[in-house]
């Protein structure tokens, strides 16, 4: 059934359904739906009600005979069937984690279950109950083993081996791990791994907070909540829907394309989580999940080395070559990984080469995409202007001025590309970029034919260049410079230069109409930028 739309006489019921979620109350979402079954996909839309639901020390909705997803230490312990749940140890976007005593056997275990109790919709209960078949087929030294597979009182749940210890995210948490320590982890996660695939499972989620270290430091792969058995007749993931958390996500997962996810993907996470392992922080981490994935899909990761020049180079080559881009060019699976590492371990001669030049370019080109585009823009109109120079078209007074501005606009686009790189100068580098933009075309076009020159094109490429940093703000600003910029050029069309007159129409018309086009562009850029920053909002709220 559908959500009714805003005229639906049902909808002030749903606003005071939300509004007593809220208030901290437990409405039994049956008596709504007697009356109005229309709201039941409505209702099934967990993430938005549980992030309406402030946590309570009420406990649980006996009611329904489920424990509450607001469970706090005050309700614990408490019994479960044949467990008895001592403390919460772990929570997600689809379950919480509960370490537990076993009754009968008398043994610590840890119990997972849907986080939305008596709220999860069908598509919910499917994923937990993919994650748990998943999980109890597999039998790995270094992957968390399931003891039991359940439901009681209507709550789905299952236990599993109980890991005393921390997860990698509290590992890297103080500072980055010596080269021998880091590989030594990732080989063994990466058979684990190896393993999962041979029985035609793909994790999709491998990050840090997934791999459990025990008090040895021996790795545990776990959480397979996004796991999929990549079998024929699998149905589990619609196409489109990105699942997974963007700093380790592989760029075709990223992109929502379903049917290219592989085991290449995993390797993909194995890679970002070595990385991270030996420069304390992921590969891609921007300040919104939307910024963090355009980031995977376009960019090349700041080589390791520079963030920790202690990292062998062969360390390095092995965490870029599971970065690449596209799949095939990564290890062909994640026991080739495991061999590469070992191979480093021991001193051996590795599987992986250094990249030729050619995709050095290119790599560089994807790490420092605005610096590269304005210099490839930048070549490209030198390259012209100094042809039309060589066949008579410009004097040599105009080639040697726009060598000059052309030269002094690389230079400042370094400077600014340095000053980039640096978290504290970031924020004012990009706008002093964009001012440079301005004022070095505007330089140009004065020493070109000012408002009368095709150049003029330019305004309307800076501002669409702008939305590249997902920033409305900064999209406006842009126009404006673009506006004052454009506003000098005619000045100088009228009162400079009048002679520019007779190459071009002396009315204000084009001028005008020039201007509400820069203005309805950006209204229109402008828009789209903020519609992604709202989408990126909500998948943040869901990751």
């Known amino acids: 059934m559908s959500v009714p739309d805003d005229n639906d006489p049902a909808i002030p019921l749903l606003d005071a359904y939300l509004s007593r979620l809220q208030a901290g109350e437990k409405p039994d979402p049956r008596a709504l739906l007697e009356k109005h079954p229309e709201l039941a996909s409505a209702l099934n839309c967990l993430d938005a009600l549980e992030l309406l639901a402030p946590p309570s020390g009420e406990g649980s909705n006996e009611e329904c005979g489920t424990v509450g997803p607001a469970l706090d230490s005050a309700d614990l312990p408490r019994d479960f069937g044949p467990y008895e749940l001592v403390r919460e140890i772990g929570r997600g976007g689809m379950g919480v984690v509960y370490e537990a005593r076993q009754k009968g056997l008398d043994r610590s275990v840890a119990v997972k279950m849907i986080l939305a109790g008596h709220?999860?919709?069908?598509?919910?209960?499917?994923?937990?109950?993919?994650?748990?078949?998943?999980?109890?087929?597999?039998?790995?030294?270094?992957?968390?083993?399931?003891?039991?597979?359940?439901?009681?009182?209507?709550?789905?749940?299952?236990?599993?081996?109980?890991?005393?210890?921390?997860?990698?995210?509290?590992?890297?948490?103080?500072?980055?791990?010596?080269?021998?320590?880091?590989?030594?982890?990732?080989?063994?996660?990466a058979r684990a791994v190896d393993h999962l695939h041979r029985q035609g499972v793909l994790h999709r989620d491998l990050k840090p907070s997934n791999i459990l270290t025990d008090a040895e430091e021996e790795p545990f792969v776990t959480d397979f909540g996004l796991a999929k058995v990549f079998a024929s007749d699998s149905q589990t993931t619609a196409t489109g829907v990105i699942a997974g958390t963007p700093s380790y996500m592989a760029p075709e997962q990223a992109s929502g394309r379903r049917a290219a996810v592989g085991p290449a993907a995993d390797v993909y996470s194995l890679g970002a989580i070595l990385y991270e392992l030996l420069t304390g922080a992921p590969p891609f981490r921007a300040e919104t999940p939307l910024d963090t994935l355009m980031e995977v899909l376009s960019r090349d990761p700041v080589l390791p080395r520079k963030l920790n020049p202690r990292i062998p180079r062969g360390l390095e080559l092995i965490c870029l070559k599971c970065l690449s881009k596209e799949p095939q060019q990564r290890y062909g699976s994640a026991a080739a990984l495991a061999d590469d590492l070992e191979r480093f371990a021991r001193g051996d001669a590795l599987e992986v080469r250094p990249p030729n030049l050619a995709r050095r370019f290119w790599g560089w080109t994807r790490r420092q995409p605005a610096l590269a585009s304005r210099l490839g823009a930048l070549g490209l109109f030198y390259v012209i202007e100094t042809i039309n120079y060589l066949t008579g078209a410009v004097d040599g007074k105009f080639h040697w001025q726009v060598s000059l501005v052309v030269a002094l606009w690389a230079a400042a686009s370094v400077a600014c590309q340095q000053l980039l790189a640096h978290r504290r100068w970031s924020f004012p580098a990009r706008y002093a970029w964009g001012v440079l933009d301005s004022l070095a075309l505007l330089v140009v076009m004065l020493i070109a034919r000012g408002a009368a020159s095709p150049l003029v094109i330019g305004y309307p490429l800076i501002i669409v260049g702008s939305a590249l940093w997902y920033r409305v703000r900064f999209v406006w600003f842009m126009t404006l410079l673009s506006l004052l910029s454009y506003?000098?050029?005619?000045?100088?069309f009228y009162f400079r230069r009048p002679e520019l007159q007779q190459a071009m129409e002396p009315g204000y018309n084009r001028h005008v109409i020039f201007a509400l086009g820069l203005l309805i562009l950006s209204a229109i850029v402008s828009y789209l930028v903020q519609r992604l920053r709202i989408l990126s909002s909500y998948y943040g709220q869901a990751v």
């Open 119 to 189: 709220l999860a919709s069908a598509e919910i209960v499917r994923r937990f109950q993919t994650e748990a078949k998943a999980a109890a087929r597999l039998r790995h030294s270094n992957i968390v083993h399931i003891h039991d597979v359940g439901q009681h009182a209507g709550q789905h749940f299952f236990a599993m081996e109980y890991i005393e210890g921390r997860g990698l995210d509290k590992l890297i948490s103080a500072g980055p791990l010596d080269a021998q320590r880091a590989v030594r982890l990732i080989s063994k996660v």
């Open 487 to 492: 506003g000098a050029l005619v000045l100088d």
